[in-house]
């Protein structure tokens, strides 16, 4: 309210009270200014069904109690309500339109029951984007991803050798594998204790197959002890097919794979007491682990057995690290599948996100490198 009308009211005073009271509520309704340059646009970069309102806010804006929002199609004969926002805001989201259909909006400024319009808005409606226009970094990043991996396969699959770099723990599965053969004593494969859908349990089961690719060709007895019915399934399929992908199905045994017990501390007893009876030579885990990681891994170690682990649980790789003869940490275990099979599609697969990788960490470096100098990256972009 503009100081000229405060002293017009303050010219009341010499009126009694009553009659302030009715005069003061008239005079303030009629000086209310409404919102102005009221605007309606379909919500950007979504599905549909969603539209936003915009104003000015009205220049009483301190005294106004709210903002109403108001809403008709082309077959209303009048505005219905929508909904409302406190004073100093100046955006409504109408998240309850149909697609296709035109509407417009009215905003009314509210003060002691009394509304004051604004003007319409200009007709819109709403309606899906095909492409999330605040995601184009992501569509950038898939193109490069895409091309990188192309590259990568083609290169692997005319037989160029592709550097990986070495891996202790998997360069042991071989001498692994042949002491078991020596010594004449089974091996035994843990999957971990996680289901199929764990990320970790489908990259064991990737490694199981290299390695009773392995022992089929040495001949060696293997134990896979299983948590899950359906991981009990999956390993069993995993393993005959490494040996009849060797030429050996008449050296599948039923038994090789085995389920136990979903329980968690009786799978690890079980374990435990396979160990201890059999005495393996080997000893692999590979997978998803929690608590009973060291009772296992201390089990094995004090059996003699070579013991080769790989977690991505980052709270059970110091149990590991101590009791086994080699670790997989974190994304080898991921790696580790192409690592042994040399497969194309996964070596490919394996350099273009390392190389994805190097340019996230180059960009990283030239974006704190510019921000230490206190460069303002977008300036220069507008510069140019």
Same mark, same amino acid.
């Given at each position: 309210m503009?100081?000229?009308?405060v002293?017009?009211?303050?010219v009341?005073?010499?009126?009694?009270?009553?009659?302030?009271?009715s005069v003061t509520f008239?005079?303030?309704?009629?000086?209310?200014a409404?919102?102005?340059n009221?605007r309606?646009?379909?919500?950007?970069n979504?599905a549909?069904?969603?539209? #936003?309102?915009?104003?000015?806010?009205?220049?009483?804006?301190?005294? %106004?109690?709210?903002?109403?929002v108001f809403?008709?199609?082309?077959?209303?004969t009048?505005?219905?309500? %929508?909904?409302?926002?406190?004073?100093?805001?100046?955006?409504f989201e109408d998240d309850?339109?149909?697609?296709?259909?035109e509407y417009t909006?009215? %905003?009314?400024a509210?003060?002691?029951?009394?509304?004051?319009?604004s003007?319409?808005?200009?007709?819109v409606k709403s309606g899906?984007? #095909?492409?999330h226009?605040?995601?184009?970094?992501?569509?950038i990043?898939?193109?490069?991803?895409?091309m990188?991996l192309? #590259?990568?396969?083609?290169?692997?699959r005319k037989?160029r050798?592709?550097?990986?770099?070495r891996?202790p723990?998997?360069?042991?599965v071989?001498?692994?594998?042949?002491?078991?053969?020596?010594?004449?004593k089974?091996i035994?494969?843990?999957?971990?204790?996680?289901?199929?859908?764990?990320t970790a349990?489908?990259a064991?089961m990737n490694?199981?197959?290299e390695?009773?690719?392995?022992?089929?060709q040495?001949?060696?007895?293997?134990i896979?002890?299983?948590r899950?019915?359906v991981?009990y399934?999956?390993?069993?399929?995993?393993?005959k097919?490494?040996?009849?992908?060797?030429?050996?199905?008449?050296k599948?045994?039923?038994?090789y794979?085995?389920?136990l017990?979903?329980?968690q501390?009786?799978?690890?007893?079980?374990?435990?007491?396979?160990?201890l009876?059999?005495k393996p030579a080997t000893n692999f885990?590979?997978?998803?682990f929690?608590?009973?990681?060291?009772?296992?891994?201390e089990t094995?170690a004090q059996?003699?057995?070579?013991q080769?682990?790989?977690t991505?649980?980052v709270?059970?790789?110091?149990f590991?690290?101590?009791?086994?003869d080699y670790?997989?940490?974190?994304?080898e275990l991921?790696a580790?599948?192409a690592?042994?099979?040399?497969?194309?599609?996964l070596?490919?697969s394996?350099?273009a996100?390392?190389y994805?990788?190097?340019?996230?960490?180059a %960009?990283?470096?030239?974006?704190?490198?510019?921000s230490?100098?206190? #460069?303002?990256?977008?300036?220069?972009l507008?510069i140019?």
């Amino acid at each position: 309210m503009k100081s000229r009308d405060v002293l017009h009211l303050s010219v009341l005073t010499h009126f009694p009270f009553w009659l302030q009271s009715s005069v003061t509520f008239l005079l303030i309704a009629a000086l209310i200014a409404p919102p102005t340059n009221v605007r309606a646009i379909d919500r950007p970069n979504d599905a549909g069904t969603a539209i #936003i309102i915009t104003w000015d806010l009205s220049p009483d804006d301190p005294v %106004i109690e709210k903002y109403v929002v108001f809403r008709m199609t082309a077959d209303d004969t009048i505005y219905q309500n %929508i909904g409302f926002t406190k004073n100093g805001n100046t955006s409504f989201e109408d998240d309850d339109v149909e697609d296709g259909i035109e509407y417009t909006y009215m %905003i009314s400024a509210v003060r002691n029951s009394e509304m004051f319009n604004s003007e319409p808005s200009a007709v819109v409606k709403s309606g899906p984007q #095909i492409f999330h226009l605040g995601r184009t970094n992501i569509l950038i990043c898939i193109i490069i991803f895409t091309m990188l991996l192309t #590259i990568f396969v083609i290169q692997a699959r005319k037989g160029r050798n592709l550097f990986i770099r070495r891996i202790p723990g998997l360069e042991a599965v071989d001498e692994a594998v042949g002491r078991a053969t020596e010594m004449g004593k089974p091996i035994m494969y843990i999957p971990g204790l996680g289901n199929i859908d764990w990320t970790a349990t489908i990259a064991s089961m990737n490694i199981l197959g290299e390695v009773s690719r392995k022992i089929a060709q040495y001949d060696t007895p293997l134990i896979v002890p299983n948590r899950w019915s359906v991981v009990y399934t999956v390993a069993k399929e995993v393993v005959k097919e490494a040996f009849v992908s060797e030429g050996r199905p008449d050296k599948f045994k039923e038994d090789y794979v085995r389920y136990l017990t979903e329980a968690q501390f009786g799978y690890a007893a079980a374990v435990n007491g396979i160990m201890l009876r059999e005495k393996p030579a080997t000893n692999f885990f590979i997978g998803r682990f929690w608590a009973e990681s060291l009772i296992m891994a201390e089990t094995g170690a004090q059996t003699g057995a070579i013991q080769i682990a790989g977690t991505d649980s980052v709270l059970q790789l110091p149990f590991f690290v101590t009791a086994c003869d080699y670790t997989l940490i974190g994304e080898e275990l991921y790696a580790a599948s192409a690592y042994l099979s040399r497969e194309p599609l996964l070596l490919g697969s394996l350099k273009a996100q390392d190389y994805g990788k190097l340019i996230v960490l180059a %960009i990283l470096f030239v974006v704190t490198l510019l921000s230490f100098l206190r #460069i303002d990256l977008l300036s220069l972009l507008e510069i140019q």
